[in-house]
C-alpha cells in the first residue's frame, strides 16, 4: 500500500482489516497469504469480527497514551496526578505534564495513531458492508453500520479533544490509492455529531452482549458533544431522557452503584452506571485485552499490587481538594490549598518514621481513589508511605488506586502472563451515570434550571455519603464528612463552581479533569496556579513550568505534516 497522507496506511496493520486491491494487470493479482480476503469479510462473521477489531481499539492496544482512559491527557495534564515514578522512565511524558511538548516530542502522535487507527477499522466495517454476502440481512447492516459509525464518532471525538480539527476521512477514501491529500480545515463538530446521531436514530435501547453500546449510551455521547459545543439546550433534553429512561446494554435502568469503592471492582462489572466501558479480560493469551495502559501505574515494591513501576502519583492540589467544612462540603475557589486546609501527608519521611494521617474532615472518594499513609491500600495492607514510592522529590507520597487490582482479584482480574502482574481485567468506564449526571446539571446551570442541577449534584453526593472506608475491625479509615447542598441555588456562578469541582472529586484520576478546564475557559488560571503549587514540593519537576495558551490542544505531530505539506496539513497556532 502506498502512502496514504495520513500514516493510514501504516495504521492497517491488522490482517482483519486488511481487503484485497484490484490492478489492472490480472495475471499479476496474486492473493497474499495470510490476508483474509474482502469476500470473506463480507459474511456477517467477517463484519463481526472486523467490528470488534474496532471496538477492540479503544483501549489503545498496547499503546499507552491512545487509550480513552486519557490517564495522561486528561488528568496528568489536568493537574490530578503527575508522571509520577523517576524522571528517567517514560521521560517523554515529562515535557508533556510541564506544557513544553512540540511537535516533535515522541510521544504527540501515539493518540493520533491511535485514534486513526479506530477510524481505519470502523471504516473498513462500513465499506466492507456496502457489498455484504448472502447471509447479512437489513437488520444485520443498520445493527453492524450503526456501531461502527459509534465507535467513528468516539475516535474523532478523541482527536477533536486533543488536536482540534484533524484530516476527516470516512469509508469513501480509497485508502490503496495513495492520492488523497485532506486538509484539516474543515471543523470535526459536525461529522461527529452526525455519526452519534445516526447511532442515536439506528441503534437498538439493548444489546445482547453487555459491552456494545446501544441507543442510550449514543444518546449520553451525542449529548456530551453538544455539551462541549455549549449547546446546552441540546445536551439538556439528551441527558434528561437518559437519565429518566436510560438503560445499560443489557436492559439494568440507570442508576448509581450503592457504594462507590464497588465501582473498581471486577465482579461489579457491567453495573447499573455503565452508559459504556470497555470490555476488559484477563488470562486471554494477550495482556492487550488487560488494560495494557495501566500496567506502569502501581506502587512500586514488589509487596504491592503490580509490582511496578510507580507511574501516574496524584497530586498535592488533587488530594488537598477532598477536604470538607464542618457541614461536609467541599472548599471552592481553591481554598483547599491553604493553611491548615492542606492534607497532611508524609512527604519527606521514611516508612520508619513516626507519621500519623490527616484528622480533619474528609470526603472519603479520595480514599477509594488516592493510596496514601496509613490508609488501607484496598486489602493488601495500610499504605506504607515512601517504601512503596519509587521517587518521592519526583512524584510526592501518594500512589494511584483506580483501576488497581486488590488481593482478592488476583489471578480472576489480574493477569500473570506477562513480566508484570500489572494487567487487569477491570473494566474501563467511558461513561458512567454519575458523569451522565453531572454534566446534566452542567446544563442545567446554563439553561436556567438551578435547583435541578442541586439535586443531581446531592444525589452524587449521597452516595458518596454511603461510601466510607473502613478498616478490618470496623472503624473508620478517617474522619469522614460528607454533607449535601441544602439551601437552594439562586447564583449561577456559585452552582458552576460546586458542579465543577464535584466532577473533580467523583470522577478523578479518570481522564476527564483537563478537558473539562478547557471547555470551561478556565483552563490557563487553573493549571498556572496547580503547576506553582506542586513546585513547592517537587521542584525539579515542576519548577519554572507554565501554562500558555497553545496547550489547549496537542501540536499536530509533525511526522504527519512532513507526509504532505504543512500548506495541507495545518498546524495549530503557536507551535
Known amino acids: ?241 437518559v437519565i429518566a429512561n436510560g438503560v445499560t446494554s443489557n436492559g439494568v435502568k440507570f442508576g448509581l452503584v450503592d457504594q462507590y469503592q464497588n465501582l ?77 486546609n492542606q492534607v497532611k501527608n508524609d512527604m519527606g519521611l521514611g516508612s520508619g518514621d513516626d507519621f500519623t494521617p490527616d484528622t480533619g474532615n474528609l470526603d472519603p472518594r479520595l480514599d477509594h481513589t488516592v493510596g496514601r499513609r496509613g490508609i488501607p491500600y484496598l486489602d493488601w495492607q495500610d499504605h506504607p508511605g515512601s517504601s512503596w514510592i519509587r521517587n518521592q522529590p519526583n512524584g510526592g507520597p501518594y500512589s494511584n488506586k483506580k483501576y488497581v487490582y486488590s488481593r482478592d482479584e488476583v489471578g480472576s482480574f489480574q493477569d500473570n502472563s506477562s513480566w508484570t502482574p500489572g494487567y487487569t481485567g477491570l473494566n474501563v468506564y467511558i461513561i458512567r451515570f454519575s458523569d451522565v449526571l453531572l454534566m446534566s446539571a452542567e446544563a442545567d446551570i446554563e439553561t436556567g434550571n438551578l435547583e435541578s442541577a442541586r439535586q443531581k449534584v446531592n444525589r452524587v453526593r449521597e452516595r458518596a455519603q454511603n461510601s466510607n472506608l473502613e478498616r478490618e475491625d470496623g472503624t473508620l479509615a478517617a474522619n469522614y464528612v460528607v454533607g449535601l447542598y441544602e439551601t437552594p441555588w439562586t447564583d449561577p456562578t456559585v452552582a458552576r463552581k460546586a458542579v465543577r469541582l464535584e466532577r473533580m472529586l467523583e470522577l478523578g484520576m479518570e481522564g476527564h479533569r483537563f478537558y473539562d478546564l478547557v471547555r470551561w475557559g478556565i483552563v490557563n488560571e487553573e493549571m498556572n496556579a496547580y503547576l506553582q503549587y506542586e513546585a513547592q514540593f517537587l521542584s525539579s519537576t515542576f519548577g519554572g513550568a507554565t501554562f500558555t495558551d497553545p496547550y489547549i490542544y496537542n501540536p499536530i505531530p509533525l511526522d504527519q505534516i512532513d507526509l504532505v505539506g504543512s500548506d495541507i496539513l495545518i498546524q495549530n497556532p503557536g507551535f
Not at 450503526?146 to 475516535?155: D, E, N, S
Not at 442510550?216 to 441527558?239: D, R
Not at 462540603?329 to 490549598?337: A, T, V
Open 264 to 340: 473498581w471492582r471486577g465482579a461489579f462489572d457491567n453495573n447499573q452506571e455503565t452508559v459504556w466501558a470497555y470490555q476488559s479480560a484477563a488470562g486471554t493469551g494477550s495482556v492487550n485485552n488487560a488494560n495494557p495502559e495501566f500496567d506502569l501505574n502501581f506502587p512500586y515494591n514488589s509487596a504491592a499490587p503490580g509490582v511496578c513501576c510507580g507511574f501516574y502519583q496524584p497530586s498535592f492540589s488533587f488530594v488537598n481538594s477532598f477536604r470538607t467544612d464542618a457541614n461536609g462540603l467541599p472548599l471552592l475557589d481553591r481554598q483547599y490549598n491553604e493553611g491548615a
Open 1 to 241: 500500500m502506498n502512502n496514504f497522507k495520513l500514516k493510514i496506511g501504516a495504521l492497517l496493520s491488522s490482517a482483519a482489516m486488511m481487503v484485497a486491491v484490484s490492478c489492472s494487470d490480472d495475471f499479476l493479482n496474486v492473493a497474499p497469504t495470510g490476508v483474509l480476503a474482502e469476500n470473506q469479510l463480507s459474511t456477517v462473521a467477517g463484519l463481526e469480527a472486523s467490528l470488534i477489531a474496532a471496538y477492540s481499539q479503544v483501549n489503545g492496544r498496547a499503546n499507552r497514551l491512545a487509550s480513552a482512559s486519557n490517564w495522561v491527557w486528561g488528568s496528568i495534564r489536568g493537574g490530578e496526578a503527575n508522571k509520577g515514578t523517576d524522571p528517567g522512565d517514560f521521560a517523554t511524558i515529562n515535557p508533556i505534564q510541564r506544557f513544553e511538548t512540540n511537535s516533535a516530542s515522541g510521544d504527540i502522535g501515539a493518540k493520533w495513531n491511535g485514534a486513526y487507527e479506530g477510524i481505519a477499522r470502523a471504516n473498513s466495517v462500513l465499506r466492507l458492508i456496502q457489498n455484504p454476502a448472502d447471509d447479512v440481512t437489513e437488520a444485520d447492516i443498520t445493527r453492524i453500520s450503526a456501531q461502527a459509525r459509534f465507535l467513528r464518532g468516539h475516535y474523532y471525538f478523541e482527536l477533536k479533544r486533543d488536536y482540534n480539527n484533524t484530516p476527516y476521512v470516512d469509508e469513501t477514501v480509497d485508502y490503496g490509492s495513495g492520492l488523497e491529500e485532506i486538509s484539516n480545515n474543515q471543523d470535526l463538530w459536525p461529522f461527529i455529531e452526525a455519526d452519534f446521531q445516526y447511532a442515536v436514530d439506528n441503534l437498538p435501547p439493548t444489546q445482547p452482549q453487555v459491552g456494545r453500546v446501544n441507543q442510550w449510551a449514543a444518546k449520553a455521547y451525542l449529548a456530551k458533544v453538544y455539551l462541549y459545543q455549549g449547546k446546552y439546550a441540546e445536551a439538556k433534553t439528551l441527558f434528561d431522557d
